[in-house]
């Protein structure tokens, strides 16, 4: 079986955001396809919590650059579950969310 290919991306949602905007983000969390809920480290996780690389799955991490997001999902699948995320996001948050790559800050 061929493994999965790692997908990432670190969002405009910075780690020093007001606590208002992380209240929102489980929300945002549970409206996404695949939603399991937070692990045992408190990450949130989707599709599943084995990052073996065989296996569909996706997590958030809240780190310095912004909210990063990886994955183990097929190149169709996740650009339309990051575009999803970002689309969600933006509406709930009220700002464009995008990637930090694409200089969204």
Do not use: H
């Not at 296996?55 to 990063?68: H, I, N, R, W």
């Amino acid at each position: 079986m061929n493994p999965l290919p790692n997908q990432d991306a670190t969002l405009n949602i910075r780690y020093d955001s007001p606590d208002e905007l992380w209240q929102k983000m489980t929300s945002i969390y549970e409206r996404m396809p695949g939603w399991l809920g937070f692990g045992k480290d408190g990450i949130p996780y989707w599709f599943g919590f084995d990052g073996d690389g065989n296996t569909k799955m996706a997590y958030a991490s809240v780190e310095p650059g912004g909210l990063q997001i990886c994955a183990n999902m097929d190149n169709d699948e996740w650009g339309q579950w990051i575009a999803s995320f970002k689309q969600i996001a933006s509406v709930e948050l009220g700002f464009e969310v995008g990637d930090v790559q694409d200089r969204f800050i």
